[in-house]
Each structure stands twice: as C-alpha cells, then as structure tokens.
C-alpha cells in the first residue's frame, strides 16, 4: 500500500527556521517526483514544487522560488521542506503528493502538516 | 505559468440534483486535466484524470469532459458526502490548481 507519511503540526515564531518531512513506503521512493501544495486557511490549492529523489532534480514554483527548500534523503524515503527564516505569512497547511507515472498528476498525498508561525 | 480558473466559486445544489463546475486553461492542456474533491479536516482525492477517467473507487455519477482549455466535472445525482470543494489541475507543465468550487446544501 503506498503511503506518504507527514510530521506533525508545528507552532513557530516569526523568524525561525524550521523543516518538515514526507516519508514514502509502498513503492519505490526514489522513482517517483515528490510535491509540495500549500494551503493556507480557508483557501486553494498551491503548487510549491517537486523533487525527484532518485537523483535530487528539484523545480519551483516561481511564486516559491527562493521561499523555500525542498531537499530529499533517498536513503531512508523522506522528502523534506524547509524555511530558513518563517513569517506569519507562512501559516498553512503543507501537503505533500507523489506524481504518478502514467499521468503526471498527484495520485497519493499525505496527510499534511499544519504550520502555524505566530509571535 | 499555466492559469486555471473554475466557475462558479460557489455551487449550491439540492441533494439529488446534478451539479456542473467549469474549469478553464490560460493555453492549452491538452487532456492533462485531473479534479480533486477535498472535504473538511482531510488532503485532496483524486476523482477524475486525463480529463475523462475516473480513479479507482470513484463512484459513476462523477463524470468528466472536454480537452484543451475548456473542462466540466458533472456530478449527475448529488449525494450527501458529495458536499464539498472540487479543484481542477494541469499537469501538462508540472502543476497548477484552481481556485476551487465549493459544493454547498441548497
């Protein structure tokens, strides 16, 4: 069964920096683009970007271009997004979701994981 | 960078009734269209891919169409968890969501 398995929620201050994780079991991790959706409360659905874990290959969004890292550790199936300094502005929720092979949508998410940077 | 906009942002519908969300493409997707429907509290599910297929386990009154700019997601006999946000995406050039159409209770 494939999963995708997120960290938990996570209360910040402005300023701070902070990364989450994705873990992928059921399927072969490192043949498979990682994304990243963003969805602050009440609102859409925005893509962030996708990393290839099999050889690290990493696009943005240009709207999250240099906003954020996406990195990945195939070694133990986890992709990651990071921030190396929050804003309140940064308040959401993060889901991350496989592309499929067939069609290149996202056909498994994970659970999300609600950040929440307040002072 | 690929814009998606759907109509209308808000669909209220009586349970039993079909419901029709639109979904455009700023240039062309060819057929590389999925519909998502999320709920309260839980992540997107995929409903429909390549604009026309329905996911495994996805119910036969959800139906997709058309190709190129122009999308619909048809829901021909709304049921109770049918209620819901639906979300179009282009996956033709990476990813680009809609705005979303919310399904309320008439």
């Known amino acids: 069964e494939v999963q995708l398995v997120q960290s938990g929620a996570e209360v910040k201050k402005p300023g701070e920096s902070l990364k989450i994780s994705c873990k992928g079991s059921?399927?072969?991790?490192?043949?498979?683009?990682i994304g990243w959706v963003r969805q602050m409360p009440g609102k859409g659905l925005e893509w962030m970007g996708i990393?290839?874990?099999?050889?690290?290959?990493?696009r943005y969004s240009p709207s999250f271009q240099g906003q954020v890292t996406i990195s990945a550790d195939k070694s133990i199936s986890t992709a990651y997004l990071q921030w190396s300094s929050l804003k309140a502005s940064d308040t959401a929720m993060y889901y991350c979701?496989?592309?499929?092979?067939?069609?290149?949508?996202?056909?498994?998410w994970g659970q999300g994981t609600l950040v929440t940077v307040s002072s | 960078e690929i814009v998606m906009t759907q109509s209308p942002a808000t669909l209220s519908v009586s349970p039993g009734e079909r419901a029709t969300l639109s979904c455009r493409a700023s240039?062309?997707?060819?057929?590389?269209l999925a519909w998502y429907q999320q709920k309260p509290g839980q992540a997107p599910r995929l409903l429909i891919y390549g604009a026309s297929t329905r996911a495994t386990g996805i119910p036969a009154r959800f139906s997709g169409s058309g190709s190129g700019t122009e999308f619909t997601l048809t829901i021909s006999s709304l049921q109770s968890e049918d209620f819901a946000v639906y979300y179009c995406?282009?996956?033709?050039?990476?990813?680009?969501f809609g705005q979303g159409t919310k399904v309320e209770i008439k």
């Open positions: 995406q282009q996956y033709n050039n990476w990813w680009t």
């Open positions: 979701a496989r592309q499929g092979i067939a069609a290149l949508l996202a056909d498994y």
């Open positions: 059921g399927y072969s991790f490192t043949s498979y683009w």
């Open positions: 990393i290839y874990p099999g050889d690290s290959d990493t």
């Open positions: 240039q062309s997707v060819s057929s590389n």
